[in-house]
């Protein structure tokens, strides 16, 4: 079962799937549904459906990026969220 799934039994009915981000202990960071902008070593900006998701931090560096998934690595200090 995708992990979308899980979450859609657990809090009923989810809205159309516009991205998902997961952090992993605050040394990694997976982007799911979002196209880079910015890629820097210290601040990382994705467009999501809806807005913007920005990813703070040092030492960052990509991981892995296909089409729309991203994996960061670094000292991750905060992730945010932006509505347009």
């Known amino acids: 079962m995708s992990f979308v799934d899980q979450i859609s039994k657990m809090f ?4 159309e799937f516009k991205f998902q981000a ?3 202990g605050g ?8 196209k880079p ?3 820097d070593d210290d601040e990382m ?3 999501v459906n809806g807005g913007m998701l920005t990813v703070v931090g040092e ?3 990509v991981k ?3 089409g729309d998934c991203v994996a ?3 000292e991750i200090k905060s992730v945010a969220v932006e509505k347009l």
Request: proline share 3%.
């Open 72 to 74: 960061i690595v670094g």
């Open 22 to 24: 997961t952090l992993f």
């Open 64 to 66: 892995e990026l296909t």
């Open 27 to 34: 040394n990694a960071i997976y982007v799911e549904g979002g």
């Open 12 to 15: 009923g009915a989810l809205p």
């Open 37 to 39: 902008i910015k890629l």
């Open 45 to 47: 900006v994705f467009k």
């Open 59 to 61: 030492s960052m560096s």
